[in-house]
Nanobody
Framework: QVQLAESGGGSVQSGGSLRLSCAVP????????MGWFRRAPGKEREGVAV????????YYADSVKGRFTISRDNAKNALYLQMNSLNPEDTAMYYC????????????????????WGRGTQVTVSS
């Protein structure tokens, strides 16, 4: 069983920034879609950002475009989500995911069909 591990969540004020990290086992890193999702209290899970691990482009939810950036560090087998200009609507549990199943591009973002998931890291933004 592959276990992803998120870190970097916390509490910030509106307008602040956080950088989430996800440790990804090496063998799942190449040639698969990877991404970040979130679930706010009382809401359905939402795709935040996804990309194909070796080539671009990245796909973002409209609500985070221009504020969030997904990236990776191949040497560290790590996935990142840089979050800037945070607002209270960004408050959620954030999950990283790897190995998209039968999806590509924006469909991976919308469907959330990924094989491996982390347990999540909480992000709380206060006004």
């Amino acid at each position: 069983q592959v276990q992803l591990a998120e870190s970097g969540g916390g509490s910030v004020q509106s307008g602040g920034s956080l950088r989430l990290s996800c440790a990804v086992p090496g063998y799942t890193y190449n040639n698969y879609y990877m991404g970040w999702f979130r679930r706010a209290p009382g809401k359905e899970r939402e795709g935040v950002a996804v990309f194909y691990s070796l080539t671009g482009p990245a796909y973002y939810a409209d609500s985070v475009k221009g504020r969030f950036t997904i990236s990776r560090d191949n040497a560290k087998n790590a996935l990142y989500l840089q979050m800037n200009s945070l607002n209270p609507e960004d408050t959620a549990m954030y999950y990283c995911a790897a190995v998209g199943e039968g999806c590509s591009g924006i469909d991976c973002l919308k469907s959330g069909r990924f094989t491996y998931w982390g347990r999540g890291t909480q992000v709380t933004v206060s006004s």
